[in-house]
């Protein structure tokens, strides 16, 4: 599977566990919840989304072979995944986040 530049990139730099039943996303496995989308993909920006499927904030942003889906908890703490093309858009569609349009759902 030929994966772009930053989702490789992004893969031998951080520990990543596959998310159970999701093919094509992982989640990252750190200590450190606090990281910022940033620290991990510094261009392009995230953009956030607030969607009904999701209690939390979502930040997405999207490289070249997938993409960064990251949740920002109530607390302030971040939970990434790393995702595939496939898995990018097809989690895109479970949370209603439309990349094209630049909408959400809610």
Request: with cysteine; proline share 6%.
């Amino acid at each position: 599977m030929a994966l772009g530049s930053t989702f490789a990139r992004l893969w031998a730099s951080w520990h990543w566990q596959p998310i159970r039943n999701c093919r094509g996303r992982y989640c990252l496995v750190d200590p450190n919840s606090r990281l910022s989308v940033s620290a991990l993909v510094p261009d392009p920006p995230a953009t956030i989304y607030r969607v009904q499927t999701a209690r939390d904030p979502v930040l997405v942003v999207k490289f070249e072979g997938g993409g960064l889906i990251s949740y920002l908890r109530e607390d302030g703490t971040l939970m990434h995944t790393l995702n595939t093309s496939e898995g990018f858009h097809r989690k895109l569609r479970q949370l209603g986040v439309d990349l094209e349009a630049g909408m959400s759902d809610s």
